[in-house]
């Protein structure tokens, strides 16, 4: 049979030598792709459009294996106009010191140092125009399960133990409570079993037993460990995990893989996004990265906030904005000494999702689970007729109700997927306008200030949270930090 534009499915997209970052934000967003290995003509049949990196292969050599048909897109071409390289912007992993002018304040914290949702709209937005002009269609599967339209969650970090306002925040939590995470510091609550109790039936996972992260693999190893055996002790058995400050190294990722974690949440890899696979250099790694608002109420606290005013209002703030633009309305906070004491930050936060049917209120668990099985989902978009598409799922599964969602400028259509065929047609269809973008504060410029006493204390891993008998003293950099601590240690008993 021949070819044509019109036989030849519209998606998946097919990738041809491209940027790994490409792959991660396809995901991400739900876009049919597949990733072509060999360069036998038949591999190029199973969609329209082929996406590939100018710098690593020549539009006129692909063309010798295209058919006239094929709509060939050199995704290096769309950004060369870029003051970096976006895709490599994306793979990065490292954190940098950002300030917000937020409520009158400046607030900072330590996230990663590129904005990745922003990055991965702007290179969507750009080939989703490229490919509707070319005669394709823009379409995905819904990041959530249909009808929902975006999804909440509220992510509490339970770090200092201070018993009291834990329960004076659970109280305040009963409305969200489905809908609400918790990562337990051990060393704070191990030997807390009310709180334990409390936390069994709920969302609970690990936030380490001491509350560090460290830079060495064996110290992480030792403290994560030691966490899922009081957490297992108390009957909570959670596969997910919550870095410490939201910080994330590689030694930190062996580890959590080791232990077959599901999921891990840290700002420092990547905030305000939808979830992904960290990049480690040549592979994907194997936990989930489940973004969150990095901007919580001890921020604000931090900097002389005198009540809950200025947090209540920007947390209501970024939820509202972001189920409107669609995407995860995943925020976080702390019980000790903030939510316990301020428990109308929570109510409000309750508030702010009451009564929204379109918004579906999950804890970090089950979507987890979910986008792992929509990231399994294999389907064709194929022409039927002059308006009409065939939605073909590979292997049907119906664990989860799911929708297609179909792109019109700045609107958008939802689809309900009934089977292994589901017909759609354009024409149709009823579009609803989409906010396309956050309307969220920009963060400050940073200031790059050379500061050797913050690089001698990332060096040796710098903290005073772990007793000194129970640091690693195999390296140099831990050697050092050792005898710091003991030198600290006896000047102060001394003075």
Same mark, same amino acid.
């Given at each position: !049979?021949s070819?044509?534009?019109?036989?030849?499915p519209?998606?998946?997209?097919?990738?041809?030598?491209?940027? /790994?970052?490409?792959? !991660?934000?396809?995901?991400?967003? #739900?876009?049919?792709h597949?990733?072509?290995?060999?360069?036998?003509?038949?591999?190029?049949?199973?969609?329209?459009?082929?996406?590939?990196? #100018?710098?690593?292969?020549?539009? !006129?050599?692909?063309?010798?294996?295209?058919?006239?048909?094929?709509?060939?897109i050199d995704?290096?071409?769309?950004?060369?106009?870029e /003051?970096?390289?976006?895709?490599?912007?994306?793979?990065? =992993?490292?954190?940098?010191?950002?300030?917000?002018?937020?409520q +009158?304040?400046n607030?900072?914290e330590?996230?990663?140092?590129?904005d990745?949702?922003?990055?991965?709209?702007?290179?969507i &937005?750009? %080939?989703?125009?490229?490919v509707?002009?070319?005669?394709?269609?823009?379409?995905?599967?819904s *990041?959530?399960?249909?009808?929902?339209?975006?999804a909440?969650?509220?992510?509490?970090?339970?770090d200092?133990?201070? /018993?009291a306002?834990?329960?004076?925040f659970?109280?305040?939590?009963?409305?969200?409570?489905?809908? =609400?995470?918790?990562f337990?510091?051990?060393h704070?609550y191990?030997?807390?079993p009310?709180?334990?109790?409390?936390?069994r039936?709920?969302?609970?996972?690990?936030?380490g037993?001491?509350?560090?992260?460290?830079?060495?693999?064996e110290?992480n190893?030792?403290?994560?460990?030691?966490? $899922?055996d009081?957490l297992?002790?108390?009957?909570?058995?959670?596969?997910?995990?919550?870095a410490?400050?939201?910080?994330?190294?590689?030694?930190?990722?062996t580890e959590?893989?080791e232990?077959?974690c599901?999921?891990?949440?840290?700002?420092?890899?990547?905030?305000?996004?939808?979830?992904?696979y960290?990049?480690?250099?040549?592979?994907?790694s194997k936990?989930?990265?489940?973004?969150?608002?990095?901007?919580c @109420?001890? $921020?604000?606290?931090?900097?002389?906030?005198? &009540?809950?005013?200025?947090?209540t209002n920007? $947390?209501?703030?970024?939820?509202?904005?972001k189920?409107?633009?669609g995407? /995860?309305?995943f925020?976080y &906070?702390?019980?000790?000494?903030? %939510?316990?004491?301020?428990?109308?930050?929570?109510?409000?936060?309750?508030?702010?999702?009451a009564?929204?049917?379109?918004?579906?209120?999950?804890s970090?668990?089950?979507?987890? +689970?979910?986008?792992?099985?929509?990231?399994?989902?294999?389907?064709?978009?194929?022409?039927?007729g002059?308006? #009409?598409?065939? $939605?073909?799922l590979? @292997?049907?599964d #119906?664990?989860?109700?799911?929708?297609?969602?179909v792109?019109?400028?700045?609107?958008?259509?939802?689809?309900?997927?009934? &089977?292994?065929?589901?017909?759609?047609?354009?024409? @149709?269809?009823?579009? @609803?306008?989409?906010?396309?973008?956050?309307?969220?504060?920009?963060p400050?410029?940073?200031?790059?200030?050379?500061?050797?006493?913050?690089v001698?204390?990332?060096?040796?891993?710098?903290?005073?949270?772990? *007793?000194?008998e129970? %640091? *690693?003293?195999?390296?140099?950099s831990?050697?050092?930090?050792r005898?710091?601590?003991?030198?600290?240690?006896?000047?102060?008993?001394?003075?």
């Open positions: !049979m070819l044509s534009a019109r036989t030849l519209v998606l998946p997209l097919l990738l041809w030598k491209t940027p /790994p970052a490409l792959q !991660m934000i396809l995901a991400q967003e #739900g876009i049919a597949r990733v072509i290995e060999t360069d036998h003509p038949l591999a190029f049949r199973a969609g329209r459009f082929v996406l590939f990196d #100018g710098r690593r292969q020549s539009m !006129m050599a692909l063309r010798q294996r295209l058919k006239p048909e094929h709509t060939p995704v290096r071409a769309l950004f060369s106009d /003051p970096v390289d976006l895709f490599e912007a994306l793979l990065e =992993t490292a954190g940098e010191a950002t300030t917000w002018r937020l +009158h304040q607030v900072t330590t996230v990663s140092r590129h990745r949702a922003k990055l991965r709209r702007k290179i &937005g750009r %080939l989703r125009d490229v509707t002009k070319s005669g394709g269609v823009w379409a995905r599967i *990041p959530y399960p249909f009808p929902y339209r975006s909440f969650n509220l992510r509490v970090d339970l200092e133990q201070v /018993p306002d834990y329960f004076a659970a109280c305040a939590r009963t409305p969200i409570a489905e809908a =609400t995470t918790h337990v510091s051990t704070a191990g030997e807390q009310d709180v334990l109790a409390d936390l039936d709920l969302d609970t996972h690990s936030h037993h001491y509350h560090v992260t460290y830079r060495d693999a110290a190893r030792v403290n994560l460990r030691r966490a $899922l009081r297992a002790k108390a009957g909570i058995t959670g596969t997910g995990f919550a410490p400050h939201g910080r994330w190294n590689l030694g930190l990722n959590l893989e232990l077959g599901e999921f891990s949440s840290e700002f420092q890899v990547g905030y305000n996004d939808l979830p992904f960290p990049w480690l250099g040549s592979r994907a936990v989930l990265q489940i973004p969150v608002h990095p901007i @109420e001890g $921020l604000f606290f931090d900097v002389g906030a005198e &009540g809950p005013k200025a947090i920007h $947390l209501v703030s970024v939820i509202a904005a189920i409107a633009a995407e /995860p309305a925020v &906070g702390h019980p000790e000494r903030r %939510l316990g004491r301020f428990p109308e930050i929570v109510t409000a936060i309750a508030d702010a999702v009564g929204d049917s379109l918004t579906w209120r999950v970090l668990s089950t979507f987890a +689970h979910w986008w792992k099985w929509r990231l399994a989902r294999s389907w064709s978009l194929i022409p039927r002059e308006r #009409g598409y065939g $939605l073909q590979d @292997e049907w #119906g664990r989860y109700p799911i929708g297609l969602e792109f019109r400028d700045r609107h958008s259509a939802l689809v309900p997927i009934v &089977g292994p065929l589901t017909v759609v047609d354009t024409a @149709e269809l009823a579009y @609803e306008r989409r906010s396309p973008d956050y309307a969220l504060p920009a400050l410029p940073r200031r790059r200030n050379l500061d050797w006493k913050a001698i204390r990332r060096a040796i891993d710098w903290e005073t949270v772990t *007793p000194i129970d %640091l *690693p003293n195999l390296t140099l831990s050697q050092i930090k005898e710091l601590r003991a030198w600290r240690e006896r000047s102060r008993l001394a003075g």
